[in-house]
């Protein structure tokens, strides 16, 4: 069973591509326009293609209706968006005279080139009112909208797309996914997890590759270094012991040594518990045995 994180980032990759297709979709209608242009302008003058032109443009509309999704799944969606329930095939037979609409308009306007002898003025309107209607208004891309709702705009400041970043629970995290986790970064396409303080200006934290079954790349020292503003003999980057390639282990800085015993008396217990007070030897026994320890007090 996926994770929770795992299937926000795979909802996060349909989206994306989702939203490439549409944008593939949107330049291949901007081409059928201006081809379509093309060919009812050149039947205003000659008739030599306009034969092939009508086959082409029968053919490209009986196959975009073909694969247009009028389907239950696809009312389904609609309704699901809109909040409503659409009634049976009304929606779906909307869609369809919409997505053809083009295509028949074309087709007739290349009919009459052909039986109108010479060029007439009214030819030269029928090619630019379908040309400007098409290309402004996008019949075809509205119908396919109405039975899929695409996904909402990205927003952008200036020339800077701004995606919705995850929410993330530590501030080292979020700070890793927006500087060393972005594309051309130090560590691209991994997350920061399991952060945890190992001393006053240390930390340790597990480096994951965000694409399941993928190693978490190669991460220079030196990069991160440049990044962090750190000295590289404070920062490692090695495996996560009992763990695959998918996980790093991040070290920064270094962790405060355990304290002896009688530094810690010293320094910790002694001033607030018995100040004044200092140990002078330590007995250790078996598990079995109680520890022992002798103290003598400064007079």
Not at 21 to 46: E, P
Not at 196 to 219: F, K, L, N, Q
Not at 250 to 260: E, H, K, M, P, R
Request: glycine fraction near 10%.
């Amino acid at each position: 069973m996926l994770s929770p994180e795992r299937l926000e980032r795979l909802r996060g990759q349909i989206d994306v591509g989702r939203r490439r297709l549409d944008t593939a979709r949107s330049r291949a209608g901007r081409i059928a326009t201006a081809a379509g242009t093309v060919a009812a302008t050149a039947g205003l003058f000659t008739p030599v293609a306009t034969g092939e032109s009508l086959l082409a443009t029968a053919l490209a509309t009986g196959a975009g209706l073909v694969f247009l999704p009028t389907g239950r799944a696809a009312r389904r969606a609609a309704a699901a968006a809109e909040g409503k329930v659409p009634e049976p095939h009304h929606q779906a037979k909307t869609a369809s005279v919409l997505y053809v609409a083009p295509g028949v308009c074309l087709i007739g306007v290349l009919i009459a080139e052909r039986i109108v002898p010479g060029v007439h003025w009214g030819e030269g309107l029928a090619v630019a009112v379908w040309s400007a209607g098409t290309f402004y208004l996008r019949p075809s891309r509205t119908a396919r909208h109405l039975l899929v709702p695409p996904l909402p705009p990205l927003q952008t400041t200036g020339d800077l797309v701004v995606q919705e970043q995850p929410a993330f629970d530590h501030p080292a995290a979020q700070w890793w996914a927006e500087r060393a986790a972005i594309e051309g970064g130090a560590a691209p396409g991994t997350a920061l997890e399991n952060i945890e303080r190992i001393g006053e200006t240390a930390m340790r934290a597990v480096i994951r590759s965000t694409v399941s079954g993928e190693p978490v790349p190669d991460i220079s020292v030196r990069r991160l270094s440049a990044l962090m503003d750190i000295p590289e003999d404070l920062i490692s980057v090695g495996p996560v012991p009992g763990r695959g390639a998918s996980v790093r282990q991040l070290s920064v800085g270094t962790a405060d040594q355990a304290l002896d015993a009688h530094t810690l008396w010293a320094t910790r217990i002694a001033p607030l518990a018995m100040p004044g007070a200092s140990i002078t030897g330590i007995a250790f026994g078996s598990m079995s045995v109680p520890v022992t320890m002798t103290k003598e007090i400064d007079a």
